[in-house]
């Protein structure tokens, strides 16, 4: 029972850091159609930023964290700029496109960080939280549940109180809609993405310290990117966010009882599932042909 | 679109030429260069079978995995009966084309980004499937000794002999995938790409041409995992990633998707570039993701269509050429 | 017996009532005229048909057997074919291929004849079809040019070829009219009247009134889902509630 309600704690902690890159792909794809393969590399980068800016030359975390996500905004911003906007009236020349950034950023990162083992960002917070004797949080994770939340609901109040936020709720419902509204698509996906590549951005900066850092890990991102996507429904970010925490705690509590790789392999069967029973997820709305 | 397949003799003289270079090359080469033949010659099935699976528009990204269920497959059946090559070639098939035939039911209830991401998870499924299951699939470290066949005598062992099998093979198989794009088949698999509604209201049942050119695919290309775990010996999970996936992709759609030959160019030439840039291992990944950046950006139709594009910009005289082709 | 029974269907789209309990009967060998204004529900009845929705409540029969919720393909092998109202061809393919591609029922070839190169005789009587139905169609001509090569005309007489290539019974044309100059809808006109005459049961959806009047012998009307009224068009031309449907729709 211990170990259950601890594990629940921890898939909370992890459900705010998986809404966090998931949502921010949902809005790439709602409102661009391009499934960003290089979503995981961006968090990659961000955590690697982290490594070497706080970890290595020992800037301060909160600065760094700055950092990672203006530099991954600045990135996201680039590949709209030079890929997906020439792209854009073939979904699938995008997609290649983001599989080619993957490669590089990889490279990058792999050049950067050198050979040898995985890197490992020693928690600024030290200490944990003990709530009801028994359930320890470390600090660091309530720091990182804590600024997931935060972020969360700015973007909400961004998406229904703004003024862009509408707009890029009206361009992602129907583009050529938006388009003869006057609503200028092409900003307004530069807005999307650099809100997505943001989210992506603070997303490694949170997971440095809970993780190991190296080029490759940017895969298992984006297998559970795709997998709550799915499940909470493409295009919807409400869905997106819902999915991200049952299936935080649904994949811990699998991995704590029968590993890893079954988690995983559960995870993927479920989505597989879901795109049967119901392909437009636990949020989604299709419009029927 | 269909090329009328008329063997013209300067064709018949070309292609001879091309073969006997073929069959002459290894004994030019050396021990690693011989190796990359037979896998060059054994990623040209997959690529060709990865087209036929896209003929209907659908682009998968289980066809790696499904190149592994191959390979895993004749691994399990020399380890434990001992199977002749002849019986394990068809088997690695035949299970690859199984397990296709199952995952339609789920997976081609989906269409174009559903699809996408259904057939990718599906194969980490099924790739995470033998990380786990240690007993029978070996985990991480995979099947190892797999006794390369002794064919009337022959060791497949020696690079030679196995280049000259796996030519033949692949020429089947090849000549087979040539035959199905160009008939009837064909058609109706490249009606339902550009209006599945409109080949449905004729009497297509689209569904079952999609299951056919998904199973068909994933039988070739069972082959071509069968072919490369008896030269290697050996099978792992990590041969079969979204990484391996990815350089499929990238040799299509490099190569250009639209003729049966443009994945086999781009397979060629990428490798043989890729051998060019051997000593930048490390950022030989980033030298690829730029070139597959390049080639959509500016050459969407793929190597293949440079011909064509050359002949457009030179000389006033194409139009009369276009005429001489058209009139074949 | 009629070869087309519409019994009460109702298409809803969420909350719109596209089609509200229509019924009506296509008679054998008859060409007849489904009009209304736009977002009448005509196309939604064909989709209905032809497989492509399924009613939300109703009847469909043809030939006496329910055919409501059946998947297209089952419906066009069993004589029932629908042309598209925007004109819907296989652009990248040849005027042949898109025939060709057409008489996918009668000459279906399988897998190991299509290898081993076994189906030349049905490939040959497909070929011998295709030919037959471009020569119907006046494109024996241009029987190499692509698709979207073609002028609008021969686009839609392409269209209903490859329809014809599937040897129908009952015919659904959908605005085959639409956008064509006063020859073309000439010719077009005869056609449809060939394709009757060749004993296919046609119902023709269509704006031209022309057109409408020139061939059909009785006329069914939709207007907001619902069947306003039927009668020969010298009926439908005096009827109150139709002229006022048209006039209040903004023609
Ligand atoms: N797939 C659909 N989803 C929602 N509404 C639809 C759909 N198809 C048609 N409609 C609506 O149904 C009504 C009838 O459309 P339609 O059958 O195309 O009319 P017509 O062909 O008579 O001009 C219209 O109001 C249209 O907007
Ligand atoms: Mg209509």
Redesign the interface.
């Known amino acids: 029972m211990e170990l259950f309600l601890q594990s629940i704690a921890n898939g909370l902690v992890q459900g705010g850091f998986f809404a966090l890159f998931a949502v921010g792909l949902v809005l790439i794809f709602g409102v661009m159609g391009v499934v960003n393969f290089a979503h995981g590399e961006l968090v990659m980068v961000g955590a690697f930023t982290i490594w070497l800016l706080h970890a290595q030359y020992g800037l301060g975390y909160i600065p760094a964290i700055a950092v990672a996500i203006v530099l991954v905004t600045v990135i996201g911003l680039v590949m709209e700029r030079l890929l997906f906007r020439p792209t854009r009236a073939d979904p699938l020349a995008g997609l290649i496109c983001s599989i080619g950034i993957l490669f590089i950023l990889q490279v990058i990162a792999a050049l950067i960080g050198g050979d040898g083992p995985s890197k490992q960002v020693p928690p600024p917070y030290q200490g944990t939280l003990v709530m009801f004797e028994s359930l320890r949080i470390p600090y660091q994770r309530v720091f990182s549940l804590a600024i997931s939340v935060a972020a969360l609901v700015s973007l909400w109040f961004f998406l229904t109180r703004t003024r862009y936020g509408w707009a890029l709720r009206a361009v992602a419902l129907d583009r050529e809609a938006a388009e003869l509204q006057g609503i200028n698509t092409n900003r307004i996906s530069m807005v999307a993405i650099g809100v997505g590549t943001a989210l992506a951005g603070l997303a490694g900066g949170l997971i440095a310290p809970l993780t190991n850092i190296n080029p490759h890990m940017g895969h298992n991102v984006i297998v559970t990117a795709f997998i709550v996507t799915i499940v909470g429904g493409v295009g919807s970010l409400s869905g997106a966010v819902l999915a991200a925490i049952l299936y935080a705690v649904f994949h811990t509590l699998i991995t704590v009882y029968f590993g890893a790789t079954i988690a995983t392999i559960s995870g993927l069967v479920l989505m597989v599932v879901v795109l049967i029973v119901k392909p437009t997820g636990l949020m989604g709305v299709r419009v029927s042909e | 679109?269909?090329s009328k397949g008329g063997f013209t003799m300067p064709k018949l003289a070309i292609g001879a030429v091309a073969l006997i270079a073929l069959l002459a090359t290894p004994h030019f080469l050396g021990f690693h260069h011989q190796d990359l033949l037979i896998f060059l010659t054994i990623n040209v099935l997959a690529v060709c079978s990865y087209r036929l699976v896209t003929l209907t528009g659908e682009?998968s990204l289980i066809h790696a995995v499904m190149m592994g269920v191959g390979a895993y497959t004749v691994a399990l059946s020399v380890n434990h009966f001992d199977l002749a090559i002849w019986f394990t070639l068809p088997l690695a098939g035949t299970a690859a084309g199984l397990i296709a035939a199952l995952l339609c039911?789920?997976?081609l209830?989906?269409t174009?980004?559903?699809f996408?991401?259904?057939s990718?998870?599906?194969g980490?499924?099924i790739r995470?499937?033998w990380?786990?299951f240690v007993g029978v699939f070996g985990g991480t470290s995979g099947l190892r000794g797999v006794e390369a066949p002794v064919v009337w005598g022959i060791d497949f062992l020696d690079p030679i002999p196995y280049f000259y099998f796996t030519l033949v093979v692949v020429g089947i198989c090849l000549l087979?995938l040539y035959?199905?794009e160009h008939?009837?088949?064909g058609?109706?698999l490249?009606?339902i790409h550009?209006?599945a509604?409109?080949?449905?209201?004729?009497?297509?049942?689209?569904w079952r041409y999609r299951a056919?050119a998904f199973i068909?695919g994933s039988f070739f290309v069972g082959i071509a995992g069968g072919l490369k775990v008896h030269y290697l010996g050996s099978v792992t999970p990590n041969q079969f990633t979204?990484g391996f996936m990815?350089f499929i992709?990238i040799w299509v759609?490099v190569g250009g998707y639209n003729k049966f030959y443009g994945p086999v160019i781009g397979v060629v030439v990428l490798t043989i570039f890729d051998e060019s840039i051997r000593s930048f291992e490390?950022?030989r990944?980033?030298i690829?993701?730029?070139?597959?950046?390049l080639s959509?950006?500016f050459l969407?139709m793929g190597l293949e269509s440079i011909p064509a594009k050359l002949k457009s910009w030179f000389g006033s005289d194409s139009a009369s050429d276009e005429q001489a082709l058209s009139d074949q | 017996m009629p070869v087309l029974e519409i019994n009460n269907v109702t298409k809803k789209f969420g909350g719109l009532m596209a089609l509200d309990d229509v019924s009506f009967q296509v008679e054998e060998g008859e060409i007849r005229g489904l009009i209304g204004p736009n977002g009448a529900g005509k196309s939604t009845m064909f989709k209905n048909i032809a497989g492509f929705y399924s009613p939300s409540s109703g009847d469909i029969r043809y030939q006496g057997q329910s055919i409501a919720g059946r998947k297209p393909h089952n419906i066009a092998e069993m004589g029932v074919v629908r042309t598209f109202q925007e004109t819907t061809l296989f652009q990248e393919l040849s005027v042949f291929e898109n025939v060709l591609v057409g008489c996918h029922i009668r000459s279906r070839s399988n897998l190991f004849a299509a290898i081993l190169g076994l189906d030349r005789g049905l490939q040959r009587e497909a070929e011998e079809k295709v030919a037959e139905v471009l020569d119907f169609m006046g494109l024996g001509e241009r029987r190499e040019q692509l698709a979207s090569e073609l002028p609008l005309g021969s686009q839609r007489a392409l269209a209903i070829a490859i329809a014809l290539a599937s040897e129908p019974k009952l015919l659904l044309m959908d605005e085959p009219f639409a956008g064509m100059n006063p020859e073309e809808t000439n010719h077009m006109m005869e056609l449809t009247r060939k394709v009757q005459e060749s004993g296919i049961s046609i119902v023709l959806v269509e704006h031209d009134m022309k057109a409408v009047m020139g061939l059909c012998g009785y006329l069914t009307v939709l207007n907001f889902g619902q069947l306003l009224a039927e009668g020969t068009p010298e009926e439908i031309r005096h009827n109150e509630r139709v002229i006022e449907a048209y006039l209040g729709g903004a023609g």
Do not use: C, D
Request: proline content about 6%; cysteine-free; charged content about 10%.
């Open positions: 679109m269909s682009w039911f789920p997976l209830r989906m174009q980004f559903y996408l991401i259904g990718f998870a599906a980490e499924a995470l499937t990380v786990e087979i035959r199905i008939s009837r088949i058609l109706t490249h009606a550009w209006k509604p409109l080949a449905e209201s004729v009497g297509v049942n689209a056919l068909l979204i990815v992709l759609i490390v950022i990944p980033a690829y993701g730029g070139m597959l950046i959509i950006l969407p």
